[in-house]
């Protein structure tokens, strides 16, 4: 069994026996498959890394939500015969597909926000720990061409402005070739 390495035992056993009562049955109803179910249940959630009671609680949460998925899909695929019980497999599966992506979305912003916490607090510890910023910073300048990334953006810039003026150009020897009317609000090509 898997454990939470940033929690107390009490708090971790406690998440994870409440997530484990809470998945839904295997397939074959055998021991080993229950086992299996709640190792691999208990894996996901120790791979979210959750720091305190809270976030263990959600990633518990999140894996579920998708455990419930799976299983409203492979409840639709039993019911193949009737359409009324199939489309609401779907439907309750599609519904719990969209709550464990938003679960999820908000229990990674909640690690990205504590994580830039950390390390507005410890700049010069993430810097050792090889966390913190891996872009090389441009001096502030006017001209931002000085660095590396800058040039070449500015060369993009310009070879669009002249692919944009050549093409430009060109549309309006075509428009001109095949006597069509002037645009109503750009006007006659010059």
Known sequence: MHTLPNLPDSTACGVLATLCASLPAPIAGTPEDRASRDEIATAAVAA???TNAFE??????IVLAEAHYADSLRQAGEHRGDLAATSGCRAQ???MLRQMRG??????????????????????????????????????RRNRLSCAGGAVRGRRRASRGRFRRTDRSR??????????????????PA
């Open 171 to 188: 549309a309006v020897r075509a428009a001109v070739s095949r006597s069509r009317p002037p645009h109503p609000r750009r006007g006659r």
């Open 93 to 95: 599966a599609m519904g």
């Open 103 to 140: 679960l999820l979305r908000d229990y990674l912003r909640m690690q990205a926000e504590r994580d830039k916490a950390l390390a507005a607090m410890h700049p010069a510890a993430m810097e050792r720990a090889g966390t913190g910023s891996a872009k090389p910073r441009c001096p502030r």
């Open 48 to 50: 979210l890394h959750p």
């Open 56 to 61: 263990a609680k959600l990633a518990a949460d």
